[in-house]
Every structure is written in C-alpha cells, then in structure tokens.
C-alpha cells in the first residue's frame, strides 16, 4: 500500500513538472494543458489538482494566454475577430477573457489588415470577372474571420 501510495506521488510529480515545462515554454489554456496531462496517462482527478496548482503558480492564466492569442494570431495570421472569438471558445475561454482580448486589436490596424488582405485577394483573380472575383475575395476574407458588413464594404471601396 506505500509503494502504491510513493508510486503515485511520483507520478503526480512527474506530471506536474512536465505540464509546468508545458506552460513554461509559451501561454497555454487550461484545455490545452488538461488535454496534454490526459494524453500522458493522468486521471481527470489528478488533472484537476495540478491545473489549480499550475494557476496558483501563475503558469497559467487565461487572460494572458486570450490576449497573447489575438496578437499573434491577428498579427501573423491576419485573422479577424470573427475567426478569434470562435478559436478561443473552442479553447472554453470565458466571454469576458474574450471581449478584452479582442479590444486591444487596433481599429486602424484591423481595417489596415483587411483592406490588405482584399486587395492581395483581388489582384490574384484579375483574370476572372468582376463578380466573380469580389465575390471570392469575400468568402476568403470572411473566412479568415472578418465580419461579412465590413468585407463587403472594403470590397466596394476597392
């Protein structure tokens, strides 16, 4: 019964310290983490245990991680709100986490991101016709997450 109890602990050790190497090396959820602690062979009691551990120790926080993701999925991949919000639900990010995470993308920047990305868009089908191509350009811009009004009103402006 104490080897059993010993053998536990160390596992629990074990998998605390890898899921604090997780963290450690960049801004995760608790879904992602829980998800990784579960592929190692940890009980959802154990994942439990070690994600309040893990929060207390600040190696997780899902305000920074919500913020951390908008910048850099805005900045590199060009995604708009649209696609943002729905990526962090699935990531079961609070609203609230959300809606401040998104406030720090920048208006200017965002239509900047946008008219960009339209316009690179629409040069690529200048062979086709002017129906055609605006309306692949919009389905390519909202479906990198920007809301439908604002793309057709870019388009138009182009």
């Not at 090396?25 to 959802?44: F, I, P």
């Not at 893990?54 to 709100?81: C, M, P, T, Y």
């Not at 208006?107 to 991101?113: G, K, M, P």
Request: net charge positive; with cysteine.
């Amino acid at each position: 019964m104490v080897n059993r109890e010993a053998s536990e602990r160390l596992l629990f050790d074990e998998w605390l310290e890898k899921a604090r190497r997780f963290c450690a090396y960049r801004d995760r959820c608790k879904k992602e983490t829980a998800d990784r602690l579960q592929q190692l062979g940890a009980s959802k009691e154990v994942t439990r245990k070690i994600l309040e551990i893990l929060q207390k120790e600040n190696f997780i926080d899902e305000q920074r991680f919500a913020s951390a993701f908008v910048r850099g999925k805005f900045k590199h991949n060009h995604w708009g709100r649209v696609r943002l919000k729905q990526e962090l639900s699935v990531r079961q990010i609070s609203e609230k986490s959300i809606a401040e995470a998104l406030i720090e993308i920048d208006e200017e920047d965002y239509q900047q991101a946008l008219k960009s990305l339209a316009s690179k868009k629409l040069k690529s089908l200048k062979g086709q016709p002017d129906f055609a191509a605006r309306g692949k350009t919009a389905a390519y811009c909202i479906g990198k997450g920007y809301e439908a009004d604002l793309v057709w009103k870019m388009i138009n402006e182009l």
